[in-house]
């Protein structure tokens, strides 16, 4: 028996990279996926069914409040229910480099309305959805770069890792936790060969290795399985050590 067998899991901006790995994962452990990314999902979606139970896409923008809620309509309509919901959607290319003093307000608004708004707007979608059976997994993504205020990617990242212990609170007495899970630099599969300057990136860790997909799921998994029914309002970094000083 798979250990999310039946389940029922959002993954959101899951059309390439660390997302589509994620839901290619939950499908091999049991779970029916929505791939969700205001991308096309086609052959995200194949790779997922065809590594577990029926998947689906669905096209979705996080910072429309009405995309989204059609969204958790569409996971009702085919599955009956959510069990997890894992806030993947996110902008971060060019954010780390273009600093705060002369960053556009275009770069700054998007990075909030994505990031943070987003994230926001699934949660408080998701929540009566999981409810109604009593139980619920809610996993935040942040970033090794929160502990930065330099520029819009990492501030975000920060509000996404205080965020995630406000919505834990209020959720606890309805079967539903939210944590957050912190990445060092890490490859989706399909890239992991491709990254420039790996050593260098990895000079700095206690681990001295590149991160992967699969050690970021194995984390996530850990978060939404039953063994941590009693943990809730965490932030995990999973980094290989990149923060020990």
């Not at 995200?44 to 577990?52: P, R």
């Not at 929160?146 to 606890?172: D, F, I, Q, W």
């Amino acid at each position: 028996m798979s250990i999310f067998d039946g389940a029922v899991v959002i993954v959101t901006g899951a059309a390439r990279g660390l997302g589509r790995d994620y839901a290619r994962y939950f499908a091999q452990d049991g779970a029916h996926v929505v791939l969700a990314d205001v991308q096309a999902t086609a052959d995200a979606v194949d790779e997922a069914s065809a590594a577990g139970p029926r998947c689906i896409g669905v096209e979705v923008d996080v910072t429309d409040r009405a995309s989204v809620i059609a969204l958790m309509d569409r996971t009702k309509r085919e599955f009956g229910r959510l069990d997890v919901l894992i806030n993947n959607a996110g902008l971060w290319r060019g954010m780390n480099e273009v600093g705060l003093l002369h960053c556009p307000d275009e770069v700054w608004e998007a990075a909030w309305a994505v990031n943070v708004t987003g994230s926001l707007h699934c949660y408080q979608e998701a929540v009566p959805l999981m409810a109604e059976h009593g139980f619920g997994r809610v996993i935040n993504i942040s970033s090794m770069a929160s502990r930065a205020g330099g520029n819009p990617y990492g501030l975000t990242k920060n509000a996404v890792e205080h965020m995630t212990r406000g919505m834990a609170r209020e959720v606890g007495d309805l079967g539903i936790t939210v944590n957050c899970i912190a990445p060092g630099i890490s490859a989706f599969e399909s890239a992991r060969s491709a990254l420039p300057n790996a050593d260098l990136v990895v000079a700095g860790n206690a681990v001295k290795r590149l991160g992967t997909s699969r050690d970021l799921y194995n984390a996530m998994a850990y978060l939404c399985s039953p063994g941590a029914a009693w943990v809730t309002g965490q932030l995990l970094r999973v980094d290989g050590g990149a923060g020990i000083s």
